[in-house]
């Protein structure tokens, strides 16, 4: 199994960015699909992006263009850069794990692997 770990959260103006990173110690990282999700205060949580070991992404359509998501095996650590940010955005980042999932790889239950969450605050 393997272990996520967020950093990189904080608190950042409107308009500015953030880059947040997921360490995943334990198993073999490169063979995980992994994902970022999100919840905001008083909303369930949500998808946000997602890249396979083969470094396909997937993007939330309400996202995408604004987020990206990467990884880089070597350092066992997937990252989520976030631009252009809005208050919206506000919300605690989970990266998740996955063995194996459908595609398009969107569903909570499909990751078995789950961080505990890096504080993200857009501030208007």
């Known amino acids: 199994q393997v272990q996520p770990v967020e950093s990189g959260g904080g608190l950042v103006q409107a308009g500015g960015s953030l880059r947040l990173s997921c360490a995943a110690s334990?198993?073999?990282?490169?063979?995980?699909?992994m994902g970022w999700f999100r919840q905001a205060p008083g909303k369930e949580r949500e998808f946000v992006a997602a890249?396979?070991?083969?470094?396909?992404?997937y993007y939330a359509n309400s996202l995408k263009g604004r987020f990206t998501i990467s990884r880089e095996n070597a350092k066992n650590t997937v990252f989520l850069q976030m631009n252009s940010l809005k208050p919206e955005d506000t919300a605690v980042y989970y990266c998740?794990?996955?063995?194996?999932?459908?595609?398009?790889?969107?569903?909570?239950?499909?990751?078995?692997?789950w961080g505990q969450g890096t504080q993200v605050t857009v501030s208007s």
């Open positions: 890249i396979t070991s083969g470094r396909t992404t």
């Open positions: 334990g198993g073999t990282f490169s063979y995980y699909l």
């Open positions: 998740a794990a996955a063995d194996s999932t459908n595609w398009p790889p969107r569903e909570e239950s499909e990751y078995d692997y």
